[in-house]
């Protein structure tokens, strides 16, 4: 399936904005292992627009609910042609950190790039973020991978013609934000260093990230008045 070809019938107009901070090597080709992370999650479409807008290879592998995956059988066709979906369960059993953990560290060695989206709980409001989970920075810390913030706009309602925004900014450095020295100092898995470390990081990213949020909010919404037409679009996919 084409998703460009999806998005131009249902008349989505995507925008790529701030592609000259994607990683690439010394000859100018994308690179691989980094983690995209995109925020704000609103809708269904959002992982889709990475996958539209930004290049074919390196590929994108993200973790996915297995049991929502699995809930339709519109869910179950478009996951598995898709691909790179990693089904995992949405229980919050500890012992399950780990596993999580060398999954991601294995999509990011095998040359892929590693798509989390981390806001947890609640809606926010419209150009806020909602709270970070702290998935992102362990896999972070415990890799090393750079952290590439993906920002959304117009991604909160679906509908004819509606213009989404994607917002490439550019790279993070995840041991620096997490105030760690280098690689060979990280702190011990598990260890209330790492904890420490994993919530320096969490808030630095969103402190780097809340401008653009709201900006690029800003910039997607449409003007006042304007017609949407084919609003059902919002829940297509639930």
């Given at each position: 399936m084409s998703w460009r070809l999806l998005a131009g019938l249902l008349r989505?107009?995507?925008?790529?904005?701030?592609?000259?901070?994607?990683?690439?090597d010394e000859q100018g080709r994308?690179?691989?292992?980094?983690?995209?992370?995109?925020?704000?999650?609103?809708?269904?479409?959002d992982p889709f627009v990475p996958w539209i807008l930004l290049p074919a290879r390196p590929?994108?592998?993200?973790?996915?609910?297995?049991?929502?995956?699995?809930?339709?059988?519109?869910?179950?066709?478009?996951?598995?042609?898709?691909?790179?979906?990693?089904?995992?369960?949405?229980?919050?059993?500890?012992?399950?950190?780990?596993?999580?953990?060398e999954a991601a560290k294995a999509v990011l060695d095998a040359g892929a790039v590693f798509m989390v989206m981390p806001e947890t709980g609640r809606a926010s409001a419209l150009g806020e973020l909602r709270r970070l989970g702290g998935g992102m920075a362990y896999i972070a810390l415990r890799t090393g991978?750079?952290?590439?913030?993906?920002?959304?706009?117009?991604?909160?309602?679906l509908y004819v013609g509606r213009r989404i925004v994607l917002r490439v900014l550019p790279p993070m450095d995840p041991l620096g934000m997490a105030g760690v020295a280098s690689r060979d100092r990280r702190p011990e898995p598990g260890s209330t260093a790492?904890?420490?470390?994993?919530?320096?990081?969490?808030?630095?990213?969103?402190?780097?990230?809340?401008?653009?949020?709201?900006?690029?909010?800003?910039?997607?919404?449409?003007p006042t008045g304007a017609r949407k037409r084919g609003r059902f679009l919002t829940k297509l996919f639930r």
């Open positions: 989505v107009r995507l925008v790529l904005e701030g592609a000259e901070h994607l990683p690439r994308p690179r691989c292992g980094w983690i995209a992370a995109v925020v704000p999650h609103r809708t269904w479409i590929r994108f592998a993200f973790f996915g609910d297995a049991r929502v995956m699995a809930r339709s059988p519109l869910r179950r066709f478009v996951v598995g042609r898709l691909g790179g979906v990693i089904p995992i369960s949405a229980s919050r059993d500890p012992r399950a950190i780990d596993v999580h953990i991978a750079p952290i590439v913030p993906l920002v959304l706009g117009g991604n909160d309602e790492e904890r420490d470390a994993a919530h320096r990081l969490t808030s630095a990213f969103a402190e780097g990230v809340r401008s653009a949020v709201a900006d690029v909010d800003r910039s997607a919404q449409p």
